[in-house]
């Protein structure tokens, strides 16, 4: 009898993940990206406003530095805190744009900005600390303090401040479990962009407190009024501050995988330390594109934030003409974050209406947190030309059903 007639049958086991993986969240726009293209290999047309990406291509010159870099072999491991040149590239940046003295050895590159996020809380973050981060706000801040079993303390951003936190409210949110604040200027979803004042107040509120604030910057270069300024600048917070920036949103690199932060010395070497144990060090090839991207031409960067603006404005007037909507005006990154109360539908709902009967794939404004319930979140990274058509698909939903 052959061998494969006398086995017994394979015995099935439980799949037992461990406790923590339930509170690990997601990033929601990848999982409408999904649906929306499910609808489209169907046949239906969708007018894509749920994903947080640039729709420009890369910068010549930098896709060119990274082609240059792979016929001269930059295809093998790099130190895990990056590149040498390109740690000096980014510090020399920081220094003249923060207004501080910042040394190579404050910056650690990683593939993309969320590490930054994920290592700094298991860098600093016990069991049982707590959190205070914004919501509505980057999903994935909650979804880390969750992991780790710490408490997240949401600070709430309101509309009548244009998304700006209030300083008074994150004073009554500290407590001597608070290990971190987290603060993202200019903010996904909203558009918010936190004021000189704002930062100053912020700061003034913790100083003597022993905590450690990581400020996501991600969105430094897409402001279309007024300035960015950062915590990092405040007399006495460069070694209290965490600044995650990167390429994918100045430099339309998100396919590309490179971010960094840049904080003390010491921390800086425990951080490389939990790359070193994740994936070992960022592409070599992309680290020498972004040397280009820092010290080559910038003039794609004000073009396309200067895009961004014109779309920013005929979204947002066009939205305000809609029953049901209300629009504020956002001050930077390349979001919208429409009041839909006068509706009368939940966010989720209408999101799912929008997209499923409309064509128009955007984000419920629960998304980001509970506070983000009734509005919804569009990014404006799209065609003028996709965003009217936007526009003109939610109006017509609209009249049918409101």
Not at 32 to 39: C, E, G, H, P
Not at 352 to 370: N, R
Request: proline letters at 4%.
């Amino acid at each position: 009898m052959p061998f494969f007639l006398r086995m017994e049958p394979m015995t099935q086991f439980e799949l037992r993940l461990a406790s923590r993986m339930a509170r690990l969240g997601t990033e929601t726009a990848f999982e409408v990206l999904n649906r929306a293209r499910t609808l489209e290999r169907e046949g239906k047309q969708i007018v894509h406003l749920e994903i947080g990406e640039p729709d420009f291509n890369t910068p010549a010159n930098i896709v060119e530095a990274a082609a240059q870099a792979l016929r001269k072999g930059w295809t093998h491991y790099g130190p895990s805190a990056g590149l040498p040149e390109l740690r000096e590239a980014i510090a020399e940046e920081i220094s003249r744009t923060r207004g501080i003295s910042c040394s190579s050895n404050e910056v650690v590159v990683v593939p993309g900005g969320k590490p930054i996020i994920f290592f700094s809380i298991l860098a600093l973050v016990e069991e049982g600390d707590e959190v205070i981060y914004p919501n509505p706000g980057f999903p994935i801040y909650e979804s880390m303090i969750n992991y780790i079993g710490a408490r997240p303390v949401p600070i709430r951003l309101r509309e009548e401040r244009d998304f700006r936190l209030d300083v008074d409210e994150l004073a009554s949110l500290i407590s001597d479990r608070t290990k971190l604040i987290i603060i993202n200027s200019p903010q996904n979803p909203t558009g918010g962009v936190l004021s000189r004042s704002d930062i100053h107040d912020i700061a003034e509120t913790i100083a003597e407190k022993n905590i450690l604030v990581l400020s996501d910057e991600i969105y430094s270069r897409l402001i279309f009024e007024g300035e960015h300024y950062s915590i990092l600048t405040v007399p006495g917070f460069k070694d209290r501050t965490i600044l995650l920036d990167g390429f994918s949103k100045t430099y339309a690199m998100t396919g590309w995988r490179i971010g960094y932060g840049v904080m003390r010395a010491d921390l800086a070497a425990h951080l490389t330390r939990l790359v070193t144990n994740s994936n070992s060090c960022t592409a070599s090839f992309t680290q020498v594109a972004g040397i280009e991207a820092i010290r080559g031409d910038q003039a794609s960067v004000e073009n396309m934030r200067a895009e961004f603006q014109r779309r920013r404005d005929e979204f947002v007037s066009g939205l305000n003409r809609i029953r049901g909507f209300s629009c504020r005006v956002p001050r930077g990154a390349f979001y919208v974050f429409p009041n839909i109360h006068e509706t009368g539908w939940k966010s989720k709902k209408l999101a799912d209406a929008l997209l499923e009967e409309a064509g128009v794939a955007c984000l419920s404004g629960t998304a980001f947190g509970d506070f983000g319930e009734g509005y919804l979140r569009c990014s404006i990274a799209n065609s003028l030309e996709n965003l009217h058509t936007a526009l003109d698909r939610i109006r017509q939903w609209t009249m049918r059903n409101l």
